[in-house]
């Protein structure tokens, strides 16, 4: 089975940076996907790693280090619209190979 | 528009009622996934289904099933709903098992 922590809400202000963690235990980890979802819509997909270190797609950037069990999503240059939950899901070499989910980070961004 | 589409949008319903939640891709996806999003428990896989004629049970499989007669369509049936049913539910396709998925708009569904 899988464990994935995330926290449950960050504020930050407009322009800002803002890292939101996500942590996990598997027992064999194949690859970590970002997802963004604002309120009452679909999740979109951010990014995906599978290596160590980071990718960078714009403002956004996401880390992972599988030796630590932990990944990052950095928001650089925040604005309001980044307002939304950020979804960390996990896949595992076991079981159905599908990703799991964690429960999410609300991220509000405030003027 | 290339996408994921589901219907309805959103239902109230009866408990005791069956209710099929309807799924269609048009992006000649492999893999199909139903999940349920509830408050401060995330998204969980109800059912998925990695090719045509294949289907496998997630981690809250329970009170539902599922079909994948074609590629394109993964509909989800509530055999006899419950109000612990009540939920935001979002079907999801991929290429294969491998890749990102895209989501469809949801349905919310209110068990009564």
């Known amino acids: 089975g899988q464990n994935i922590d995330q926290p449950t809400e960050m504020t930050a202000t407009e322009g800002a940076i803002v890292q939101i963690n996500c942590t996990y235990q598997t027992s064999g980890f194949n690859g970590l996907f970002w997802y963004q979802q604002h309120a009452g819509e679909a999740p979109t997909f951010l990014s995906y790693?599978?290596?160590?270190g980071l990718e960078e797609k714009g403002r956004f950037s996401s880390f992972l280090s599988r030796s630590k069990g932990y990944s990052y999503l950095l928001l650089k240059e925040l604005q309001m619209k980044d307002s939304a939950s950020y979804l960390c899901?996990?896949?595992?070499?076991?079981?159905?190979?599908?990703?799991?989910f964690g429960r999410g980070t609300s991220l509000i961004v405030h003027p | 528009i290339a996408g994921i589409t589901q219907a309805p949008t959103s239902q109230i319903l009866a408990a005791g009622r069956r209710m099929t939640l309807r799924c269609t891709q048009d992006m000649r996806h492999n893999a199909m996934y139903w999940y349920r999003q509830d408050l401060g428990l995330g998204l969980r896989l109800i059912h998925y289904?990695?090719?045509?004629?294949?289907?496998g049970k997630g981690e809250v499989p329970d009170g539902y099933s599922v079909s994948r007669a074609n590629t394109d369509d993964f509909p989800l049936t509530l055999a006899s709903a419950v109000p612990s049913q009540t939920s935001v539910y979002f079907c999801?396709?991929?290429?294969?098992?491998?890749?990102?998925?895209?989501f469809g708009q949801g349905t919310r569904l209110t068990v009564v």
């Open positions: 289904s990695n090719t045509a004629g294949t289907t």
């Open positions: 790693n599978v290596l160590d």
């Open positions: 999801a396709s991929s290429e294969d098992r491998d890749t990102e998925a895209f």
């Open positions: 899901a996990v896949r595992d070499t076991g079981g159905s190979y599908i990703p799991t």
